[in-house]
Structures are given as structure tokens and as C-alpha cells.
């Protein structure tokens, strides 16, 4: 379908070979980085955050800097029109006319869909509450893709909060698009995945099992991706206290797994994985956070220039 | 046909046939029908049909449906037929039907989708994603309603 042009919504708006290409100008873009600094000359992007953000807002910031272009934040809300109670879709008019492109996150589902109908300029998704965010997906999947040489064949787990995590979610919808040979969803009962990602993987036939315990698959897996669970999830604080323990990543727990297996994480972690695992081969999320740059490089050239 | 007519004919309105058995009071509601509003109208339930088994009829003198109020009955009587009686006879007949996409009747039961926030101009789109049994998504936030979801809201509105 090609990319120019395009919203960046949700990860499903895109099919294999869209992110395949994606996977190839990324690859560019480590190996030959300057190549494309001039490439988005001119063009302005704007980042509007309506929600914490450290490593999407910076690394888009850093992405369009070092495709030549510029950027300018809508900053903190406290000091922004949002304060005086200006709507969601006036602020989107104002950047429509000020930018190329805008990224948005915010806590209301269905804001950056909302965005795209009312903005000329491309919209992309950095996060809309529990939904979707599907640049950390495409990170997610360009770091298998990177790290194990493709993603098809493999045992792929995502473990943590998997009802609320947007980008436990996005992955998940993300791996539909390719074949792994067994996907498993490890979570408290409580926070397994909504009945429409449930959908979806029924959908794209998907070899999957939802499972409370880590232990249960730990030896057969070739990728395990990490997410927090959070306290406030909870209703009862004493039921997360019972769970905690059952989700944290420790030299223990990877006893049983296998040589070159690797350790994902969307990052920021807080204590769901032990500080000894860093260490370990296992452990790459601080490369694939790495890799969040040159991914929203690639994106940002292909739906500005093609 | 009705072996004997437990109400007679109406002379103008609308008559609301084949609804499932037990609906037509939900039916009723959503037509926004207290009684008060002055119509004549005839609500006949559990009677015999060929087609259904046993069926609910409403009979409304003076009253002619808004395309929304068709597609309202639609969603939770999908087997219903809606009569336009003029002078004593149905002049027309016709089946409801499911639209693909359903604007502005319902709410989406999830509380943070960007159209619960009355301060954004933003309409409520669903897609249809099964008709029987009923199962719509939210096109903005991908929420997923359920038959009884949208029977609930609509019992409820």
C-alpha cells in the first residue's frame, strides 16, 4: 500500500511487507546514518503529549533532528491552551496548520484516530490509554527481526499486564501480521488480553496460550518481552502483593531457559527485572531502545517522502 | 395472518411486526413512548407465527418512524417488519436491516473512548462485525459491544 501520506494509528493499519520495508530503510539508516540527514529538510514535526513521556517524545524528537527537519512541543499541559479547557480537536487544527506531521499521545482511546480525521497532516499515534501504540511495536518487532534474524518459527512470550499495557497490546496485534510458531500470553488471570485482541488472534489463527505461569514455557521460548504490572491495576493492593513475585525476572527463573534467548522490554522498568539479568546475554532491551530511533526515522521518511 | 385480530385495525401509523416474542416493550422504549404522548397504541405479545413461533406486534395510530428509530429496532429486532398503514391499509411493508456502520444511536461502553467526551465534535460510529448474534466495534477506540450491551443500553435510554 506504501506509507506516504499515511496515519500511523495502530499497528493493524499496517500488513507484513509495509513493515518489512520499514525493517529494510531502518537497517539503512543504523548502517549509513548521515545518508539521511538532509532528508526531511524543512519539515516540521510536532509532538503533543498529554501524557508522561520520556524515550517516544525524545526519540521522535531526536528521529526528525537527525532527518534534518525540526520539531516544536505542545510542552506542559499546565502551561498549554489544554489548561484554559481548549478541546482536543481546536489544538489539533492549530498544529494541522503550524506542522507536517503530528505525534500524540494522550489518555483517551481513540484521540489519535479522532486527530487523523480532523488534521491533513499525517497523525501518529504515540499512545492512546490502553490501546494502542504502535511505533513501540514496530520497535518491538524490528528488534526480533534484528536480534534472531526474523520473527516467523519462533516462541514468542509477552508477559506482564497484557488487559491495560498498550504496548503489550500492540505487539501482540503486531505479531499477527507474522508467523510465530507459538505465542504465549502470561499474565495474572486478571490482566489477561481484552476480548478484541482476543479477537484478532482468533482471527489471524494464531498458535497461542494464555498461561499464569512463566515457569511453564520459560525453557521453550526464543524471545520473552517484559512488561510492569501495576499496583493500581489492582483492586486489592494484598492481590497484587500475591502476584508480584510470580512476574519478576530473576537469574533464577532463567535457570531453565535456553542459551539465546533474548529479554525485551518497552522500558521504563521498575523492578520487574532483576538488576543482576542486565548483565546477561538474555538481556536486550537497552539495544532495542536503541533501536527506537532509527524505526522512527524510517517512519517518518517513508510517510513524508515515500 | 392472525387468526383473529386481538386489536383492530389502525387507520394511519405504523404497525411493528414480527418482533421475537418478549421484545416489545423494549421496542416501545426505545421509541422514546411513555403512553403520554398522546398516540393510540396497541402492544400485542407472545401471539402465534408461522415464521417465529410466537411473535410481539406494536401498533402505533399517528405515528411514522425516523430512519433512526428503524435501525434502533433493528439492532434488537432484527426479524422485524415495519408496516405504513394509510387509511387502513399497509401501503408499505419492509423488512429492517442491520446497517454495516450504526451512527449516533449508541453510546460506547467504554467510559475514556475520545466520543464520551462531550466537549469534542465526535460522533459515535460503530462497524458491524456480526449481525447474528449481534457484535459491533467501536471505530474510534476498537471497544467491542455485545447483543446484550447494546439491549441494555437501548432498554435503558
Known sequence: MGFKGRDVLSILDFNREDLETLFKVADDIKANPFKYSEELKGAVLATAFFEPSTRTRLSFQTAILRLGGSYIDLGEIERSSIAKGENIADTVKMLDSYVDIIVIRHRIEGTAKFAAEIAESPVINAGDGRKHHPTQAMIDLYSIHTFKGGIDGLNVAVMGDLKYGRAATSLILGLTLFKPKALYLISPPELRIRPEVMEYLKQAKVNFIETSKLEDCISELDVLYVTRIQKERFPDPAEYEKVRGSYRITLETLKEAKDDLIILHPLPKVGEIDLKVDKTKHAKYFEQATLGVPVRMALLKLITRG | MEKELLVRKIREGTVIDHIPAGKALTVFKILGLTGEEGFTIAVVMNVESRKLGKKDIVKIEGKFLKPSEVDKIALIAPTATINIVRNYEVVTK?????????????????????????????????KVISKRPLKLVCKYCDEIMTERDVIKQLAAT
Open chain 2, 94 to 126: 419492509r423488512r429492517v436491516e442491520i446497517p454495516d456502520e450504526i451512527i449516533n444511536i449508541l453510546k460506547c461502553i467504554n467510559p475514556n473512548c475520545i466520543t464520551n467526551k462531550s466537549n469534542e465534535p465526535v460522533s459515535s460510529v460503530f
